[in-house]
């Protein structure tokens, strides 16, 4: 504040109800001033006390003007300084400054020196007085005049703001994605329209009643000030009683109330897609203008909360579990994610539960069963925790539990499913394992934290059932790395991140296309690659290749079906089968079925297995390749060389071909013509009576060597590189030899 401020009232910044007037009196006249003073001192105007300030020059005048925009009343001496000084201040009163609302009295010390009507006019200037006129009395009827007028002034620019603030709000309301986060924001606005403290709530009424016809409760979405910590709770729990009965009332009543000390503002499902009431603490009697800009405001919020509802519907059916109606695995890494970056996270948890042996009791009493048991274990696990710790199921049997530690401690959750009197029955599943993380153990980001978790929860699960262990960084050692990446390929097959690449084989005589690869790819959800040598053999040492190769055989089948009706039924499909997927029992059917249902005939598919895998358990193989041969497929055996097979068994192998490995290739032009194995490998299956082709062939020199010494097909980068499907097509088209 500038120095040149003068308070007659020393306690003028003391909080008060009643309103106060300011009043600037400008005149270098001594006298007038102390009268004016006199005058005023103790005097009160529309239920409020008059402030005096005081300027002796212009100057004074002007920069305490520009500098106090809530003065109601200036009562200037005309003639000071210069004969039109007291006009221009006013002129910059209203041009510069762009003070609309301060009314102004001019005064002049002898009579006859009245402005013109037009000066008045034009600069809003209320009245005139010569001084000897002003008595005290008429100084009190200048004054009511002049600070009603004021006022109402001041009301009205008031609303035009607050108009302008509910436009510019409203935008960033409707950006908000949630009713929490919208409702939060429509309290704080209401807070700076009405120029209040922020403090109220903003609740919702649950969608149907009690069970016994009961008035339907109602939940806080969002409050602040003193009721912040009633956040989430029901009305029926907020301890303020007669808040909580006003908020009630306006849903009963459905309409909004104007309390002596709170304003609850009604929004009403029509327009906002559920009942919302709004509660804001005032503290004093709204007046008309604020009443009116609040029922715009509740009109353009109503809408607001409607869209907001209707996109937290959209985000329910992403961050909700289907069968359990509780947050899912995307849900869950959200809620880690901005626990994480939150400095909050060191007193969180992050607890993993897993069924014991549920899938066990799925097989043995059926889906339905084990579904129904995984509602109970939600459900007891929803009821045993505040709302504020997340409950979400990550997949199958394995439920999550994130919140502080104080509350989400492993001995409870045991307690919570080993009381003695067991409130269902589980069957076959008695107990459960769980690991528990403390997030200030853990640097990383949300996905790795739930899979170490995961992982800790496995290695737990090793040592038997009703296993509670806490996770230890230390513990997770080398395999924790391969564990993670199984969990990941098992979410980037859930979520169809896997695909296939088709890379043509052409034989080299005719330049015709004979066949394509099918080779598995893996993108993640970065955008990265996964290359198939790290995952494929991790998927072969878990087990996990059975999904995984049913899942590439289904895809190649569509690709080849896809090939076919664009006219290139003769081109076949060559698909790598792994050890673990030949030998099961039910191969042939597997693969019989997965022919049908792609609609795919048998002489348009070709197996590769690897040579290793042929020759081990030789006759379960060699039963298996006839099994497919006899139905018309093809077989190849893949990286031929690398082996040692005995020519002996090779003869009694039920196979077409042989793929020369790309290592021998590459050392075409590289060593001596004499020490070739390529040259090795085409002999040999030349004695055997099968074809060979060549891969992994890069160049002109390549191809020519393999095409001179009997190998009559290759595959490589010379001809193309794998390519999805729809680029195959492309290229097919433009390939000379294709059709
Ligand atoms: P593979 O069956 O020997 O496949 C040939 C590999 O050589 C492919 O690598 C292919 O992209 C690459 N290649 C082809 N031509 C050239 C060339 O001219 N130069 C070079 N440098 N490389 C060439 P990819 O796709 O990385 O596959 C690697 C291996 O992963 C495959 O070797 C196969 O063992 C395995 N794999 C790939 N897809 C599948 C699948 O669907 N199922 C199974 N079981 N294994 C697969
Ligand atoms: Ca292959
Ligand atoms: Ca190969």
């Known amino acids: 504040m500038d120095d040149t401020l003068r308070f007659l009232d020393d306690d003028s910044t003391t909080f008060s109800d009643k309103p106060v007037w300011r009043v600037l009196a400008v005149d270098d006249d001594a006298d007038f001033q102390r009268a004016t003073a006199f005058g005023l001192n103790g005097l009160e105007v529309l239920g409020g006390r008059i402030e005096l300030l005081q300027a002796y020059s212009y100057r004074e005048a002007s920069r305490l003007l520009a500098e106090q925009q809530d003065i109601a009343l200036i009562l200037l001496d005309v003639v000071m300084e210069t004969e039109d000084a007291g006009l221009r201040l006013v002129k910059a009163l209203r041009d510069v400054i762009g003070n609309a609302e301060s009314r102004v009295v001019l005064l002049t010390g002898e009579p006859g020196m009245a402005p013109v009507r037009e000066v008045m006019r034009d600069y809003d200037i209320n009245d005139y007085w010569t001084k000897s006129e002003l008595t005290a009395e008429r100084l009190l009827t200048v004054l009511t005049a002049a600070i009603r007028s004021y006022s109402q002034l001041k009301a009205v620019a008031r609303a035009r703001r607050g108009l302008q603030m509910i436009v510019e709000s409203s935008n960033a309301l409707f950006c908000s994605r949630n009713t929490r986060e919208l409702s939060a924001k429509i309290l704080s606005e209401i807070a700076s329209l009405l120029d209040l403290q922020a403090e109220g709530i903003v609740c919702v009424r649950a969608e149907e009643g009690n069970a016994d016809g009961g008035e339907p409760d109602a939940r806080i979405v969002s409050a602040s000030g003193r009721f912040y910590r009633a956040i989430d709770e029901t009305l ?190 589980l069957g076959q599943v008695h107990s459960f394992s769980s690991t528990t993380m403390r997030l200030a153990d853990f640097h990383g980001s949300a996905g790795v934290a739930l899979q170490d978790a995961r992982l800790a929860l496995k290695q737990a699960k090793l040592q038997g059932h009703d296993q509670h262990t806490f996770y230890d960084p230390q513990l997770l050692g080398e395999h924790a790395e391969s564990f993670r990446m199984l969990l990941a390929l098992r979410d980037a097959v859930e979520a169809g991140r896997i695909s296939i690449e088709l890379q043509p084989q052409i034989d080299l005589r005719s330049r015709k296309v004979t066949g394509v690869e099918a080779l598995a790819r893996w993108q993640q959800a970065d955008g990265r690659w996964v290359p198939p040598l790290k995952f494929i053999p991790l998927a072969e040492a878990t087990g996990y290749i059975l999904p995984l190769g049913d899942l590439l055989m289904r895809l190649a089948l569509q690709a080849a079906k896809k090939l076919a009706d664009a006219g290139f039924a003769h081109i076949r499909m060559a698909v790598n089968v792994s050890a673990p997927q030949l030998l099961q029992h039910d191969f042939i059917e597997r693969f019989t079925g997965h022919l049908e249902a792609a609609g795919v005939s048998a002489r348009q598919v070709e197996v590769e297995i690897t040579e290793s895998v042929a020759m081990r358990t030789f006759d379960t193989v060699c039963e298996k390749l006839n099994a497919l041969r006899e139905m018309g497929v093809t077989v190849a055996i893949d990286d031929f060389g690398t082996g040692f097979s005995s020519l002996s068994y090779l003869r009694q192998l039920p196979a077409d071909r042989l793929k020369i490995d790309r290592s021998f290739v590459v050392e075409i032009g590289e060593l001596g013509d004499q020490q070739m194995i390529a040259d090795a490998v085409i002999q040999i299956a030349a004695r055997v009576g099968m074809q060979v082709i060549a891969e992994g062939v890069e160049t002109q020199q390549q191809a020519a060597w393999v095409l001179q010494h009997g190998c009559f097909d290759a595959q490589g980068y010379l001809f193309a590189k794998p390519m999805p499907l729809k680029e195959l097509l492309g290229w097919l088209e433009s390939w000379p030899g294709a059709r």
């Open 236 to 425: 029926d729990q907020l301890d303020n009683h007669d808040v909580a009965d006003a908020l009630r009332r306006c849903l009963r009543e459905q309409q909004t109330l104007r309390l002596s000390n709170c304003t609850v503002l009604f929004f009403p499902r029509f327009q906002a897609g559920a009942d919302y009431a709004c509660y804001v603490a005032t503290e004093r009697p709204l007046d008309d203008t604020e009443l009116e800009l609040l029922k715009v405001f509740s009109a353009s919020i109503s809408r607001g909360l409607y869209n907001v509802s209707l996109f937290s519907r959209l985000e329910e059916m992403a961050y909700q579990d289907d069968l359990l109606k509780i947050p899912n695995r995307n849900a869950l890494i959200r809620m880690l994610e901005m626990t994480l970056r939150d400095s909050s996270k060191d007193d969180r948890v992050l607890v993993l539960i897993d069924i014991d042996n549920f899938s066990g009791a799925n097989m043995a009493f059926g889906t339905g069963y084990g579904d129904f048991i995984l509602g109970l274990v939600a459900k007891k696990l929803r009821e045993a925790f505040d709302s504020n710790v997340l409950i979400a199921r990550v997949r199958d049997d394995l439920f999550a539990i994130l919140g502080p530690e104080s509350q989400v401690r492993a001995p409870d959750i045991v307690a919570l499913f080993r009381s003695n009197n067991r409130p269902y029955e």
